[in-house]
């Protein structure tokens, strides 16, 4: 007897696309929730979030925390943002990259973090700020908060070498990422880290991530001067 064929997550993608062709499910329509198609399909959760997150990048679904997963109503090209590697982002400028651990502190998650992210009450969270370079020039500087219950092993982990981001893009998967992208004016400790005056203008970035509805990690990214960042649609 053949073994019965593994569902993969293309599967899924090519069966929910099919059936909004078919308008099984028509725009605006709520889909069933991941457990419902993991069930269905005989296939782990994480494999269907892969399929609906691959559907939502391409703009034929709409996915939002604690509402639901939609067909979209009038599917857009949308822009791009990839979570990418910093060490990837200065080697592809031809650049040298080093990283420095500027800081690390275990401490209970501050409210404003409790709020954005949903974090419970007091819970414990990593607190890292490290610094990129390109060329020995000032490129990054990070402050990241890393949920220690959604990701456990983070609190044994050596940061010296290698950084947050890095470390949990090969570890823990995401369902769920905002993205806030703005400007502000530096800081007397940004502008000592980023080798820049007091008030000039900065790129930020803010990411938050969740897998599975648990909040993973909160992000802010300050780049050098200058930064500018370019997408795709």
Known sequence: MQPQKKTSFQDIRDEVLRRIQDRVWDQGAL???EQELSE???????????ALRELAERGIIDRKRKSGTRVAI????QARLEITVTRQQVEDMNAVYRYRLVSRAAVPAPGWLSSQMGLMAGAEVLHLQCMHYADNSPFQFEDRWINIDAVPDV??????????????LSR??????????????ADAAL???LGTQEGTPLFLMER??????????????????????RTQY
């Open 191 to 193: 502008a000592g880290f």
């Open 172 to 185: 823990v998967p995401f369902s769920n990422a905002e993205i806030t992208l703005s400007s502000v004016a």
């Open 40 to 50: 269905e399909f005989g296939c782990a959760r994480a494999t269907v979030n892969r």
């Open 155 to 168: 609190a044994e982990a050596d940061f010296s070498q290698t950084g947050p981001n890095e470390w949990l």
């Open 74 to 77: 009038a599917p857009v090209k």
């Open 208 to 229: 938050a991530t969740w897998f599975q509805e648990q909040p993973v990690t909160f992000v802010r990214m300050h780049f050098h001067p200058g930064y500018r960042m």
């Open 31 to 33: 889909l069933p929730t």
